[in-house]
């Protein structure tokens, strides 16, 4: 409403928390500018702050403010896209998981089949066969975080996304980081928790973004490839 003009930046508002009613522009603590007459606000892409249209730069189907202009055209080298973006679905990220579970169980069974055939002897204690079910958990877990890692810094899809066509992204659409890439596989692990609370929250946000997505600062698109 505030993009198509509808709301001015001086109209009044109110939310909870708030003595008395503010101007939009004053409530937002500056984030609103104010818009010459007749002329509409405009959201910016990057920062999602709200300016009047000549105070943005135009690009494609989106506005980016100047302050956003030099992280907006390294997100374009980096392979985002201008035109919007469709979130993906709960169901074609239950796919894509469940793919990923299957490939990854795969290669768990088979190494440890290895290690533990080559570790066992019949002189084993107890504390070594402890010491062994440790190994075994920590280099699963180790597995699956370094796949997910370096296939979303490479190009944001594991295989079980490039099957559903899904991609993860930065929030402008761009490439993610290594810092991004590692830090997500550890934040799912919450998501996990609390009868996967945090993978059922994808329903509800309006951006389809489960707690490792908002914990981590990505988003999950709809790709043709």
């Not at 008395?20 to 892409?45: I, N, Y």
């Not at 985002?80 to 299957?102: C, H, P, S, V, Y």
């Not at 290669?107 to 066969?129: L, W, Y």
Request: with cysteine.
């Amino acid at each position: 409403m505030v993009s198509s003009g509808s709301i001015p930046a001086e109209t009044p508002i109110w939310r909870e928390g708030m003595g008395d009613w503010q101007p939009f522009s004053v409530a937002l603590g500056g984030g609103v500018a104010a818009a010459p007459s007749g002329q509409a606000l405009v959201e910016c892409a990057v920062c999602h702050q709200t300016f009047s249209a000549d105070q943005t730069i135009r690009f494609g189907s989106v506005n980016v403010c100047a302050a956003c202009k030099p992280r907006f055209m390294q997100g374009l080298r980096e392979g985002a896209t201008t035109g919007g973006m469709e979130w993906a679905g709960i169901g074609a990220r239950f796919g894509a998981k469940f793919l990923d579970n299957i490939l990854l169980y795969i290669v768990q069974t088979a190494v440890n089949f290895a290690i533990v055939g080559a570790a066992t002897a019949p002189a084993a204690t107890r504390g070594a066969a402890g010491a062994l079910a440790g190994f075994v958990f920590v280099l699963n877990l180790s597995i699956g975080i370094i796949y997910q890692a370096v296939f979303l810094h490479w190009r944001g899809q594991t295989l079980g996304k490039m099957a559903a066509k899904i991609k993860v992204v930065t929030p402008e659409g761009g490439k993610l980081s290594w810092g991004k890439a590692i830090g997500r596989p550890f934040a799912e692990i919450l998501s996990g928790c609390l009868l996967a609370i945090g993978y059922l929250m994808a329903i509800w946000d309006p951006e389809k973004r489960a707690l490792h997505d908002r914990l981590v600062g990505t988003r999950v698109i709809k790709v043709d490839k």
